[in-house]
């Protein structure tokens, strides 16, 4: 077993090694990519909705249907401003492969190779893409990417978080009431902010890492 300071200097080692790629210059042909997915329930009303009028705000009823879950792949190329969105069914290991696919083909086809920030989710592994992907193109997809693990519990490391978030809040955090609709309101989402080439500036460096957190690590 691993002691507490064991687990804590693994969790400080892998917080440095995110930190350290945040801080690179950008290169479009080795991108950083961050990489998050999102769980939707899926919700429509029961009553007719008031519009909102001039002076008055829009009202609904509490009360509203359930029409199943979907799922959303978000991957944020922040230095260079792109993202990608897709909205699938689930999320099982096949859906990871083929997602980690159209990344490398269809979004980043000019990249050499993928950094790909993304938590140890039992899902997020190498070996998803090789049960679910020919074994020749499996093994040409894994030589474009390289995936670095944020520490378990280190959800604030992985950028991807805060284009979740910017989502909700500008787009998915209402209800929608099926699939087809989340998929137009996050492409709309996702081309507004590709088109405005929209980045996200991160702060947080391995200098203030020491400062902050160096004490309770050994």
Same mark, same amino acid.
């Given at each position: 077993m691993w002691c507490i300071a064991e687990i804590d200097k693994e969790y400080y080692k892998r917080m440095n090694r995110v930190l350290k790629l945040y801080a690179e210059e950008y290169d479009p042909?080795? !991108?950083i990519i961050c990489f998050d997915e999102k769980h939707k329930h899926l919700t429509g009303d029961l009553k007719t909705r008031i519009p909102m009028k001039p002076g008055k705000l829009e009202?609904?009823?509490y009360s509203y249907s359930r029409n199943g879950t979907a799922n959303i792949f978000v991957a944020v190329d922040f230095?260079?401003?792109?993202?990608? =969105? &897709?909205?699938?069914?689930?999320?099982?290991?096949?859906?990871?492969?083929?997602?980690?696919?159209?990344?490398?083909?269809?979004?980043? !086809?000019?990249?050499?190779?993928?950094?790909?920030? &993304?938590?140890?989710?039992n899902t997020h592994t190498y070996t998803? =893409?090789?049960?679910?992907?020919?074994?020749?193109? @499996?093994?040409?997809?894994m030589k474009k990417i390289n995936i670095i693990y944020t520490p378990k519990h280190a959800s604030w490391l992985n950028?991807? *978080?805060? *284009?979740i978030n910017v989502m909700d809040i500008q787009c998915t955090g209402r209800r929608i009431e099926n699939k087809k609709l989340l998929i137009d309101e996050t492409s @709309?989402? &996702?081309?507004?902010?590709?088109?405005?080439k929209s980045k996200i500036y991160w702060n947080f460096t391995q200098e203030d890492a020491d400062k902050k957190l160096s004490n309770y690590y050994v």
């Amino acid at each position: 077993m691993w002691c507490i300071a064991e687990i804590d200097k693994e969790y400080y080692k892998r917080m440095n090694r995110v930190l350290k790629l945040y801080a690179e210059e950008y290169d479009p042909y080795y !991108p950083i990519i961050c990489f998050d997915e999102k769980h939707k329930h899926l919700t429509g009303d029961l009553k007719t909705r008031i519009p909102m009028k001039p002076g008055k705000l829009e009202k609904y009823d509490y009360s509203y249907s359930r029409n199943g879950t979907a799922n959303i792949f978000v991957a944020v190329d922040f230095k260079g401003g792109k993202r990608d =969105i &897709m909205v699938t069914d689930r999320r099982t290991k096949a859906d990871f492969a083929l997602y980690i696919q159209h990344l490398v083909n269809n979004v980043f !086809p000019k990249a050499k190779k993928l950094r790909i920030i &993304m938590d140890n989710l039992n899902t997020h592994t190498y070996t998803s =893409i090789l049960e679910n992907l020919e074994f020749e193109e @499996a093994l040409r997809i894994m030589k474009k990417i390289n995936i670095i693990y944020t520490p378990k519990h280190a959800s604030w490391l992985n950028i991807a *978080e805060i *284009e979740i978030n910017v989502m909700d809040i500008q787009c998915t955090g209402r209800r929608i009431e099926n699939k087809k609709l989340l998929i137009d309101e996050t492409s @709309a989402f &996702m081309e507004y902010r590709n088109l405005n080439k929209s980045k996200i500036y991160w702060n947080f460096t391995q200098e203030d890492a020491d400062k902050k957190l160096s004490n309770y690590y050994v």
